[in-house]
C-alpha cells in the first residue's frame, strides 16, 4: 500500500533555518520567488542562537588598519592554506556589508564610543574584527533575520525533517520528509534545494551542538550524487565546560579570551607560552584545543581533566556586561562565579570545516539544482576555521546561495516527482515499527559517539582510525535493524532511528578523510604523521557515492592568483 | 549514586497521566538530563522538546513540581528529592504529546507586529546607552514561559484578543529602538489588547533572562499607549492631524 503524503510546491526549498537557511531565504524572496523554508525545531532555535562571540567583518571601526585583505590573508593562515581562496576573498569582500545590511534589518550591536559597531579581538584576527552583542550574537543574528523573513512572506515548516532528496533524472526535483509532530509524510516539489542544515557534532560524545547536528544535509546531498570534500577537518574547540557531567562540551565563548581570559594549568603555568608564545591564548582554535587536550594528558589538568580559564582579573561588572550569557551559565549549571574565580575548560566537538563541495560563487554542487551554504557546505575555512568567520560565512554564502537558487528556479524547466522514490522513502522510514528484535537507536548513538570520541578524535593515528572504520561498518549493520517504540506521534526513538542513518554515512566520510590523509594540518592532528607535509598542501579529499560504495579520490587546489599570493605572503 | 523518582506527564490533546520513572542522579544534574536518561532506557518515545541544553534557545520550557521553568536550568540538588518530582507541559498551550506543546499561536501573533522599519534620513550612529535598553529585550529567548504564566492567557484564554508579555517585549524593542520610524500603539491598543495586563508581574519572575518585563516594556507602552489615545490633548492635535484613532 503507497502510504499517503500531502504535496507542498516551491520554486525553493530551503532545508535548515539557521543564519545560512534565512539569509538565502530573504535573497531569494527579494528575486520573486516562492520560497519554503524546512526546519526540524520551532523557528529560531537552529544551532545560530547559540554563537556567542561575533561576526568577522573588516569594517575598520576600532583598528582603522583593517582591511579585507587582512581578513583574508588571517582566514588563508588560519586554514592552513587549504581553504578555496576564491570563497576565502569573497567572504573578505563581503562580510562588512552583510554586517551592515543586517544593522538595517534591526539588530542592535553594542557601540564604540562614536556610535559606530564595535569589534573585539578573537583567535588569528590581527585586528579587532567581530562585531558583537555581549556573548548573544546568534541570538540577535537569529532574530533580525527570521523576523525579516517572516513579513517578506516565505512559508516555514516547522518541525518538519528531510529524509530524502527526489530526482528528475540527473536534477533535483524535491524532497521528502515527516512532520515530527504526527509522523505523516510531505512532499516538496521544487526547481532547486538549498542545503543548510549545519554539521555533524552530535555524532561525537563530547560536543557543544544539538540534537539537531547530526549531518543531515550531508548525507542527503551524498545520496543524491553530490561530492563532499575536506571531512577529516573537524573543528575541536578549546573551551567546552567539563564540569558537571551533565554540561560537559557546552561552550564556553572564545570572547571569554578575547577580552583577555588567561589559561593556565594546574600548576598555575600559563602553558600557552609553550605553544604559541606570540599570541597566546588567541592563538588558532586547532592549537588551543591541542594544548589543553595536551596538558590534561600529560598530567598537568584540573581535577576533571581540563584548564582553567580566569577572567575575574577583570572588573565584575564588565564581565557581567560583556559575558552575560557565560556568567549566567557557570553561575547556574556549574556553581562557580566567573567574576571570583577561573572556569574549567576542555577541548569539545564543535564545527565540521568539511562538508558538500560548492562552487565559490554560486554555492551549487555538483548535482544541478542543488545547492549549499553554511556549515554544511565546505571550502571557506580550509583546514581550521577562525571563531567569527562562521556567523559571516552564514551571511555571505547564504546571500549567494539564495540568489543562485533563484536564478536557476527561473531559467529551469518543469520537473516531475518521480513516485517510486517517494514510496521507497516511505517505505525506508516505517520499517522500524515492524521489528520486535533489534537495538534501541539510543544504544546505537551512544556507541557510535564513543567510537568517533576514542579513534576519530583530536589526535589520531592509522591504528584508531581503521578501528573506527571498523566499528563504524558494524554500527551501520545495527542501525539498519534498529527497533523503534511507540506510535508515529512526536516519537524522538523514531527520528533518532532515521538521524543515526546521516551521521553514519558522515562519520564515515570523516573517517576515510582522516586515514587518507598522511600529514598534520589545521584541526587534524596525525601522531603517525606529526609534520605537513608539502604535498598534501596542494589537495583535497573528495567524497562520493558509487552505488554503495563511498569513494575517495583527491582533487588538486587551483594555483591563488598572484594578486592574492602577494597579500598572503606579505608578513 | 541515589535514585530519583520522576512523574512526567504522557499523553496528547484528548488524555494523559502521570507515570512514574526512577532516574540514577549525578552531581550537577538537570531535569532535562532526567528526562534524556528516561528517553535512552525506559521510554524511548518520551516527546520533549530541547536544542542548546544550556538556556539559550528557550525550546526546554515545563512546569517542574508546578513551577514553569527551563528544563535545563532546574537543578536536582535544588529540589525537593524525598518526593516525586513532577514533570508537565505547560499549561497555557495545547498539548501534543508529553511535554511538548502546541505554541504556533505565539509566531501568528509575531506575524502582526509591523517590523522595523528605519527612519530615512539614517546615519547608522547610536549610543551605548540608548542601545542598552533595547538590547534587554533583545535578550529574549522565545521560551514562552512568560505567555504560560500570564493569567489572561492562562487562565482567561484572550489569545484572540491579547498578545501576551512575550510580544510586549518585542514592540518594545521596536518602539524603543533609536533609529525606528513607526507607532505601534494602535496595534498595542486594539490588536494586542495591551490593556488586559494587570501588571501583576508574574511574566517578570518567571523570566529566565531576568528582562524586567512589566516595569521596562510593558508599563511604559501602556504610558505611551494613554499619551496617544487618551490625552485630550494629543486626542484634539490628532483630529486636526487627520491621523486615525
Redesign the interface.
Same mark, same amino acid.
Given at each position: 500500500m503507497t502510504e499517503k503524503y500531502e504535496t507542498r510546491e516551491h520554486d525553493i526549498l530551503i532545508i535548515g533555518a539557521g543564519g545560512a537557511g534565512l539569509r538565502a531565504a530573504i535573497e531569494a524572496l527579494a528575486q520573486g520567488a516562492s520560497v519554503g523554508v524546512v526546519c526540524k525545531?520551532?523557528? =529560531?532555535?537552529a544551532?545560530t542562537?547559540?554563537a556567542e562571540g561575533g561576526i568577522a567583518a573588516a569594517m575598520s571601526n576600532v583598528d582603522a588598519a583593517d582591511d579585507w585583505r587582512t581578513h583574508f590573508r588571517d582566514t588563508m593562515r588560519g586554514g592552513k592554506f587549504l581553504n578555496n581562496w576564491r570563497m576565502a576573498q569573497i567572504h573578505a569582500h563581503e562580510s562588512p556589508e552583510r554586517v551592515?545590511e543586517l544593522?538595517?534589518? =534591526?539588530a542592535?550591536? $553594542?557601540?564604540t564610543a #562614536?556610535?559606530?559597531i564595535l569589534q573585539r579581538a578573537f583567535g588569528g584576527h590581527s585586528f579587532k574584527r567581530l562585531c558583537h552583542?555581549?556573548d548573544?550574537t546568534g541570538?540577535?543574528m537569529i532574530?533580525t533575520l527570521q $523576523?525579516?523573513g517572516?513579513?517578506m512572506g516565505f512559508d516555514v515548516y516547522?518541525e518538519c525533517a528531510i529524509t530524502r532528496l527526489l530526482k528528475d533524472g540527473e536534477r533535483i526535483a524535491g524532497a521528502l520528509g515527516y512532520w515530527r509532530?504526527n509522523g505523516r509524510f510531505i512532499v516538496f516539489k521544487a526547481k532547486s534545494i538549498v542545503i543548510a542544515t549545519g554539521g555533524i557534532g552530535k555524532a561525537w560524545r563530547i560536543t557543544s551542538n544539538?540534537?539537531?547536528y547530526t549531518g543531515d544535509g550531508m548525507a542527503l546531498a551524498y545520496d543524491a550524487g553530490a561530492e563532499l570534500m575536506d571531512m577529516e577537518f573537524v573543528q575541536f574547540h578549546p573551551t567546552g565546560m567539563v564540569?558537571?557531567?551533565?554540561?560537559q562540551g557546552?561552550?564556553v565563548t572564545e570572547a571569554v579570551r578575547g577580552e583577555g581570559g588567561v589559561l593556565t594549568n594546574k600548576d598555575g603555568e600559563r602553558f600557552m607560552q609553550r605553544y604559541d608564545p606570540k599570541k597566546m591564548e588567541l592563538s588558532t582554535r586547532d592549537v588551543v584545543a591541542r594544548a589543553i587536550y595536551t596538558e590534561a594528558r600529560e598530567g598537568r589538568g584540573t581535577e576533571h581533566g581540563g584548564a582553567y580559564l580566569d577572567i575575574s582579573h577583570k572588573p565584575a561588572e564588565y564581565v557581567k556586561k560583556k559575558l552575560p550569557?557565560m556568567y549566567?551559565?557557570f553561575r547556574?549549571?556549574? #556553581?562557580v562565579d566567573i567574576t571570583k574565580g577561573p572556569m574549567e575548560v576542555g577541548p569539545t566537538c564543535h564545527y565540521m570545516m568539511g562538508g558538500i563541495r560548492v562552487d565559490a560563487e554560486s554555492a551549487q554542487t555538483n548535482v544541478p539544482g542543488l545547492f549549499a551554504a553554511g556549515e554544511a557546505a565546505a571550502g571557506l575555512h580550509g583546514a581550521n576555521r577562525l571563531g567569527g568567520n562562521s556567523l559571516s560565512d552564514l551571511l555571505v554564502f547564504g546571500r549567494r546561495a539564495g540568489l543562485a537558487a533563484a536564478a536557476q528556479a527561473k531559467q529551469a524547466g518543469p520537473t516531475a516527482i518521480d513516485d517510486a522514490q517517494v514510496k521507497d522513502g516511505t517505505r525506508e522510514m516505517l520499517e522500524p515499527f515492524e521489528r520486535t528484535d533489534g537495538d534501541?537507536?539510543? #544504544?546505537v548513538h551512544?556507541d557510535l559517539q564513543e567510537t568517533m570520541q576514542n579513534y576519530v578524535g583530536i589526535f589520531r593515528n592509522e591504528e584508531d582510525l581503521n578501528r573506527g572504520l571498523n566499528e563504524l561498518q558494524k554500527l551501520k549493520q545495527r542501525a539498519a535493524k534498529v527497533r523503534? #517504540?511507540?506510535?508515529r506521534?512526536?516519537?524522538? =526513538?523514531?527520528h533518532l532511528a532515521r538521524d543515526l542513518k546521516s551521521m553514519l554515512t558522515v562519520s564515515e566520510a570523516v573517517a576515510l578523510s582522516a586515514l587518507e590523509r598522511k600529514e598534520s594540518r589545521g584541526a587534524h592532528s596525525r601522531i603517525d604523521y606529526p609534520n605537513y607535509d608539502e604535498q598534501w598542501s596542494k589537495l583535497n579529499n573528495i567524497i562520493a557515492r558509487d552505488g554503495e560504495t563511498m569513494r575517495l579520490r583527491h582533487r588538486t587546489i587551483a594555483e591563488m592568483p598572484e594578486d592574492l599570493k602577494q597579500i598572503v605572503d606579505q608578513s | 549514586m541515589a535514585d530519583a523518582t520522576f512523574k512526567v506527564f504522557r499523553g496528547d490533546r484528548e488524555t494523559g497521566e502521570l507515570l512514574e520513572y526512577q532516574v540514577p542522579i549525578a552531581p550537577g544534574m538537570v531535569v532535562l538530563d532526567a528526562l534524556h536518561y528516561i528517553q535512552a532506557h525506559q521510554a524511548p518515545d518520551l516527546a520533549v522538546r530541547w536544542n542548546c541544553k544550556a538556556g539559550k534557545c528557550g525550546s526546554c520550557s515545563a512546569e517542574v513540581n508546578g513551577r514553569p521553568r527551563l528544563t535545563c536550568k532546574a537543578r536536582l540538588d535544588a529540589l525537593p528529592l524525598d518526593e516525586p518530582i513532577s514533570v508537565q507541559p505547560m499549561k497555557a498551550f495545547p498539548v501534543l504529546k508529553d511535554l511538548v506543546t502546541d505554541v504556533s499561536w505565539n509566531y501568528r501573533v509575531n506575524q502582526k507586529i509591523p517590523p522595523f522599519t528605519p527612519r530615512p534620513d539614517a546615519e547608522w550612529k547610536m549610543d551605548q546607552r540608548e542601545v542598552d535598553r533595547v538590547q534587554e529585550f533583545r535578550k529574549c529567548i522565545e521560551c514562552f514561559l512568560c505567555q504560560n504564566v500570564c493569567h489572561v492567557l492562562r487562565d482567561h484564554e484572550k489569545k484572540e484578543e491579547f498578545g501576551g508579555p512575550r510580544f510586549f517585549v518585542r514592540v518594545a524593542g521596536l518602539e524603543m529602538h533609536p533609529l525606528d520610524s513607526l507607532s505601534r500603539t494602535e496595534l498595542l491598543k486594539n490588536e494586542l489588547g495591551i490593556g488586559f495586563c494587570n501588571i501583576t508581574k508574574c511574566c517578570t519572575e518567571v523570566c529566565p533572562e531576568d528582562i524586567h518585563i512589566t516595569d521596562n516594556a510593558i508599563i511604559p507602552l501602556k504610558e505611551r499607549v494613554i499619551d496617544d489615545f487618551y490625552d485630550p490633548v494629543r486626542w484634539f492635535l490628532r483630529k486636526l492631524a487627520g491621523r486615525k484613532g
Open positions: 525545531s520551532l523557528l =529560531g532555535k544551532h542562537v547559540m551592515r544593522e538595517q534589518w =534591526g542592535l550591536f $553594542d557601540r #562614536d556610535g559606530n552583542v555581549g548573544r541570538l540577535e532574530r $523576523d525579516r517572516v513579513h516547522m509532530e544539538s540534537w539537531e564540569w558537571p557531567p551533565g554540561v557546552i561552550l550569557s549566567h551559565q547556574e549549571l556549574a #556553581d534501541s537507536p539510543y #544504544d551512544r523503534v #517504540d511507540g506510535s506521534l512526536f516519537n524522538p =526513538g523514531w | -
